[in-house]
């Protein structure tokens, strides 16, 4: 019995070794398993973390992320889709196919792909055009890569697409600009030189009507040539302002009163057309050149006109508007305050093909001989040239609106004084310098007729020899700005070096332009541009005299 | 009765109340709601919480619950970031009776007795509900966190109560962190409290309680030296050293609460075969600072008490709400009954995250309770409430799923 309970014993106490010890292995398993599954729970943690980083990176990238198997399926779309394509990646369309329209520059895109499949290599990006859920259009620019297996088979086209329909027209401003620079130097030349020559003529004209009265048989001619001059000094006065050469008086203006004064003076001899003017109160000044913003909406009144052979109406509205720069970086503008002034018309509107030419110099949908061509483009030129913006919208049938803006300013505009012209007589003595004979010619019997005594220099450095000598008889130089040698800038800084108190009227056929900016920042006494009148240079002589 | 369910997981109280419960009116298509049952994670405004909920369902309807680890609905399972709940109850012949005692810090036994006062004229009650604070004091330098006790707290309840009922609940808990809990009061929000809800009328409460754990080597030991929680010696030796020989090494006393190992007592025969509804198990928080005994979550585990270790496992914790849950369902509809509305209150130790399990094992529930269509919400506890062997027990790693059934 004793043996038998020994015997118990020994076995109770064999299984309970054995227990505790299977017991404790496993307490020491299981203990190593839980710690390798937080090591892997911590690998699916930072996998988990990376995923939603690369989300996050994907989903608010401004670019659509795909993946597209090889028969050119998507296989997953990123959130960006309903942005750009107004699908949720869940309802994407299977293929490129299914949603590019039928513009025929979409082949060479989706003929990349396919080759980016054959080939396993990485093609040029590509656009391709795609109509949205919504019907409009949308530019893609797609950057494909084939994905490859470890046997260096295609097995998918990782891409990522960009909204360029932006970019196309930033592509296409600039191109525009760059244009518009080339055609504007040519032009601006060509201008200068006419300017010249019709100086001549305008001063010959101007000295034989002095000799006779308006009874004389030749007298209608003559005034018929002043005319014709006048008309040929408007054209290149609008081949000036495309060119951007024509900025000369910048004034605080207040543009609601140019509007109302433009569209009086346009609205008189058009009893067809109705002008509807709709001008915000309070609206900003623009520091502009008056004469060249009057130009601006004259060429957009007869483009208006024009484009209502039947009559109709024309919307003038102005108002203030912030601007931030997402509206003004594809205009290559800064943002900021501008008074926008919108003019809409009701006429046949403008074909899509045609409207990026509309700024173009002597482009014209009219008949030989109904436009120069020139109105557009000047508008383009002279809103550039302040640093505004002009944009246009316009459905053939529907009208068309020109949107300018241009920079608002807190300066108060000064009263606007008109004043009639008429030759004044003066006295005193004038340095005439201009390196073209025909100017000095008939400048200087221009001036003697006015009773100036007069002194003629060919260049600058001739100016400045006789300046010296006789600066004591000498009243006003009269000073052109673009001679070769010493120009006119360089030859205004010595003469004033030589006498501080010196009176100059700078003369250009460019007026003061982009050639001569300094012009501007410079203490001058005034600027006459060529072609000029005979009763406006004898002003401006007065006033500089001091005896107006 | 009517049961609609709301989640969110959004970092604004007052918005994520506002939307649990108008997605839960939306969801059980709620006309007239007389009770709120809301959770909230431990990070998100409870008080903004609160107050969204009320702005939603009116100040009349008492709302209760409080702070939880995390939450659980029929498609939601979340304890990260700020989730909450809220099932909405509309019907006319439930009869609601709530309670609600503050000091639990003080004197978890008075405040039980307070409570149970609450309902001591009631004798239709099927079923108490109680939420309570699990949290006395945070963890400190010196040592793990201190629990309110449940087993004086349920003593407490059940000397002032007329009736033997079920009492079932949870010990309600915001974080790992032990940090401050709160409680809601059917009006207010508050802390330290006892929430008591008696429920009666025309329903039926099923319940099962989930285990997870089995004898490590089924080796008794004597508690020879305890005070209150701590536990300094079994069998006349150094517990923290007993555990250390198991481990091979002292590693474990880093952990809080001890991951794998925990102490159990045996409430059927001794030598028997081994029944989990019958082991009320106790995790250990910690070990002391000074390595003289260990923490347990309740206070429950005296000298002369015969103790297992146990071992959490995940296999059978996942198998076990498995089981449980489809027996339960059996039983309901055995019986000719519909189940309306489950509630599960699940320990903040079984998350996946905590048990190290490849998959939740509350969504073995979800999976079932979904198949019957049965709206469910549950939450992430401290300390489960529920009867074993009869007798109402605060819990440890325990998953207690109530389900309310109606005749058809």
């Given amino acids: 019995m004793v043996t038998e309970l020994e015997d118990a014993r020994k076995e109770a106490e064999y299984y309970r070794k054995i227990a505790k010890n299977t017991g404790d292995q496993f307490l020491r398993e299981t203990e190593e398993l839980s710690t390798l599954v937080n090591r892997i729970r911590g690998v699916e943690k930072a996998l988990r973390e990376g995923e939603e980083r690369l989300r996050n990176i994907i989903e608010h990238s401004n670019e659509m992320f795909y993946l597209c198997d090889i028969n050119q399926k998507f296989i997953y779309v990123s959130p960006k889709s309903q942005e750009f394509l107004g699908f949720k990646p869940d309802d994407m369309k299977s293929t490129w196919t299914d949603l590019i329209t039928d513009n025929p520059d979409n082949r060479a895109g989706l003929e990349s792909t396919v080759k980016a499949i054959e080939s396993a290599i990485k093609q040029k990006p590509y656009m391709i055009e795609c109509r949205k859920k919504d019907g409009n259009k949308i530019l893609l620019e797609i950057d494909e890569s084939p994905v490859l297996d470890e046997q260096g088979r295609v097995v998918a086209i990782a891409g990522a697409a960009r909204d360029v329909t932006g970019r196309e027209k930033l592509e296409a401003d600039l191109r525009q600009a760059i244009k518009m620079e080339a055609i504007g130097t040519l032009a601006g030349g060509i201008a200068h030189d006419f300017n010249n020559l019709l100086m001549g003529i305008q001063g010959r004209a101007s000295l034989m009507l002095m000799d006779i009265d308006r009874f004389h048989p030749f007298y209608d001619h003559l005034k018929g040539i002043e005319e014709h001059i006048q008309s040929a000094s408007d054209l290149t006065k609008q081949l000036l302002a495309f060119a951007r050469k024509g900025k000369f008086e910048v004034k605080p203006v207040d543009m609601n009163g140019l509007i109302r004064h433009a569209s009086q003076m346009f609205g008189r001899t058009k009893k067809d057309i109705k002008i509807n003017l709709l001008l915000q109160q309070d609206l900003w000044t623009v520091e502009t050149d008056r004469s060249q913003m009057e130009q601006v909406f004259l060429n957009l009144l007869i483009n208006a006109w024009h484009a209502m052979p039947n009559g109709g109406e024309i919307f003038i509205r102005s108002e203030n508007r912030m601007l931030d720069i997402d509206f003004t970086h594809s205009f290559s503008a800064l943002p900021g305050n501008y008074v926008k002034i919108s003019v809409s018309d009701t006429g046949m509107g403008i074909d899509e093909n045609i409207r990026e030419k509309i700024f173009d110099p002597f482009f014209t949908t009219k008949e030989m001989g109904r436009g120069t061509g020139l109105g557009l483009a000047s508008v383009y030129g002279i809103i550039k040239n302040h640093s505004g913006i002009i944009d246009v919208q316009s459905k053939r049938g529907e009208g068309t609106t020109f949107d300018i803006y241009l920079p608002g300013s807190n300066k108060e505009a000064p009263e606007v004084k008109r004043i009639d012209e008429k030759a004044l007589q003066g006295a005193g003595t004038i340095l005439l310098v201009d390196d073209e004979p025909m100017i000095i010619n008939v400048g200087k019997a221009l001036l003697e007729r006015l009773g100036y005594r007069v002194i003629i220099a060919e260049n600058g450095m001739a100016a400045i020899e006789l300046y010296e000598e006789e600066k004591d008889r000498i009243d006003i130089v009269i000073l052109d700005i673009i001679m070769p040698g010493m120009n006119g800038i360089e030859t205004y800084k010595r003469l004033k070096k030589c006498n501080p108190e010196i009176k100059v009227l700078f003369s250009s056929g460019y007026s003061m332009d982009e050639s001569s900016p300094e012009i501007m920042k410079l203490d001058t006494n005034g600027f006459i541009q060529k072609p000029y009148k005979f009763e406006k240079l004898s002003q401006k002589l007065r006033t500089m005299m001091g005896t107006n | ?408």
């Fill in chain 2, 1 to 408: 009765m009517k049961v609609g369910i709301g989640y969110a997981n959004e970092t604004d109280g007052m918005a994520s109340g506002r939307k649990v419960a108008e997605k839960a009116i939306r969801d059980g298509n709620i006309k007239n709601p007389c009770l709120v049952i809301a959770f909230a994670g431990g990070n998100l405004d409870h008080f903004g919480f609160f107050n969204g909920i009320k702005s939603i369902v009116g100040n009349d309807v008492p709302v209760i619950g409080g702070s939880a680890i995390g939450v659980i609905t029929n498609s939601e399972l979340a304890y990260e970031g700020h989730p909450s709940v809220a099932a909405i109850i509309e019907s006319d012949n439930l009869k609601i009776e709530l309670g609600v005692a503050g000091d639990l810090d003080k004197n978890e036994k008075k405040a039980g007795q307070w409570l149970g006062a609450k309902f001591s004229g009631t004798d239709a009650g099927k079923l108490l509900l109680i939420l309570y604070d699990s949290v006395k004091k945070g963890p400190t330098e010196k040592g793990p966190p201190v629990i309110n006790a449940s087993p004086p707290l349920i003593r407490g309840i059940e000397e002032k109560l007329k009736q033997n009922i079920p009492i079932l609940g949870a010990g309600v808990i915001g974080d790992y962190g032990f940090g401050v809990t709160h409680q809601f009061c059917g009006s207010y929000v508050g802390s330290q409290s006892v929430v008591g809800l008696m429920l009666g009328g025309d329903f039926t409460p099923y319940y099962r309680v989930m285990h997870g754990c089995i004898p490590k080597d089924g080796i008794y030991h004597r508690v020879t030296k305890a005070d209150g929680p701590v536990i300094y010696e079994m069998d006349g030796r150094p517990v923290v050293k007993i555990i250390d020989e198991q481990y091979g090494s002292s590693e474990w006393q880093k952990q809080n609460p001890v991951n794998r190992l925990t102490l159990a007592i045996n409430h059927s025969e001794k030598y028997g075969d081994f029944l989990e509804a019958d082991f009320v198990t106790r995790l250990i928080s910690g070990a002391l600072p000074d390595e003289k005994g260990i923490v347990l979550f309740e206070p429950d585990i005296r000298e002369g008490d015969e103790v297992l270790f146990m071992l959490r496992n995940g296999t059978m914790m996942i198998d076990s709400v498995k089981k449980n849950t489809v027996e339960l369902f059996d039983e309901i509809l055995s019986r000719g009954e519909k189940p309306a509305f489950g509630l599960y209150i699940d320990c903040a130790g079984r998350t996946s995250a905590y048990s190290e399990t490849l998959y939740e094992e509350a969504s073995e529930v979800q999976q079932i309770c979904n198949r019957y269509n049965v709206p469910l919400m549950g939450f992430y506890s401290g300390v489960e409430i529920a009867p074993v062997k009869g007798k109402n027990r605060g819990l440890d790693w325990t998953g207690v799923l109530l389900v309310l059934a109606q005749k058809y």
